[in-house]
């Protein structure tokens, strides 16, 4: 099994920044995708960045220009880091993480537990 623990959530002002990581750990071969999504109250949760194990990266046309997500292959871990945060980017954002389980090579998917980020203006 795998596990995921997100980070760096909160409370921040309009302009500010925040980076959340998530950190995965468990019966790891490989990662092959890393993805934030977020879900702002009320609403279906959507993808915001998504990065593969090949460097191909995606970001939403809401975010593109503030937000940056990477990962630390060493330590199987994603970032987003969050810049000039608005309002509207107020949200809970989970990970998601796609791997090659070392229990038989299968892929399996997983979803961090989420964090809250409130931007105030």
């Known amino acids: 099994q795998v596990q995921l623990v997100e980070s760096g959530g909160g409370l921040v002002q309009a302009g500010g920044s925040l980076r959340l990581s998530c950190e995965a750990s468990?019966?790891?071969?490989?990662?092959?995708?890393m993805a934030w999504y977020q879900q702002p109250p009320g609403k279906q949760r959507e993808l915001v960045a998504r990065?593969?194990?090949?460097?191909?990266?995606n970001i939403a046309d809401s975010v593109k220009g503030r937000f940056t997500i990477s990962r630390d292959n060493a330590k199987n871990t994603v970032y987003l880091q969050m810049n000039s945060l608005k309002p509207e980017d107020t949200a809970a954002y989970y990970c998601?993480?796609?791997?090659?389980?070392?229990?038989?090579?299968?892929?399996?998917?997983?979803w961090g537990q989420g964090t809250q980020v409130t931007v105030s203006s």
């Open positions: 998601y993480v796609e791997v090659v389980s070392t229990l038989g090579r299968r892929i399996y998917a997983y």
């Open positions: 468990g019966s790891i071969f490989s990662i092959n995708v």
């Open positions: 990065l593969t194990s090949g460097g191909s990266t």
